[in-house]
């Protein structure tokens, strides 16, 4: 059994795993790998900077979401089955990341705040009950598989690369909702939806720019 200090310790080493440049480490070799780079005007490179961006958040708060879930979740099964989860989300913050660097930029400043307020809604969720933590992630990886079905047409046409990330990203995501409503997650009802929707609104529009 973990002491709470050790338990304080690993939640602290995972969050900077997420939030400090280059600390992490992908398991699979980025889908982007399989293309070449290509050209961009000021315009599209700032654009697709930008989408990226908002990916790259969405990584950190899923990162922080299910750190949260598995700091409070009463059944290891659950715990374990999302951990898989985790560590794919681990590779798509990578990948991410380095399209941000690749493009000649950097994720966003605001990072920090967004693992902060996800750790809380996961942790939180958590410890009212696991079918309500694991209600969130779905509901989560559903809003994240809208965010990259318009990405990937809001993309530059030539930016093969960010998009061959995306399309596996989307992948990984459906199969990440589909665990945990198999798990036993809520549903959750549309008007909830919609309030998640909202939020989510707050943290594209200030990444897209910083
Ligand atoms: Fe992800
Ligand atoms: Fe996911």
Redesign the pocket.
Known sequence: MFSVLDKAVLQLDRALQTLVPHAAKAMRASPANEHQEAQYTDAERKHAIGLMRINHTGEVC?QALYAGQASTAKLDAVREKMEH?AE??ID?LVWCEKRLYDLGSRPSILNPLFYGASFSIGAGAGLISDKLSLGFVAAT?DQ?CTHLEKHMSALPVQDVKSKAVLTQMHI??AR??QAALDSGGYVFPKPVMAMMTQISKVMTISTYRI
Request: hydrophobic residues 25%; charged residues 55%; glycine residues 0%.
């Open positions: 899923a989860a794919e989300e798509h990886e994240v990984d995501e990440h909702k």
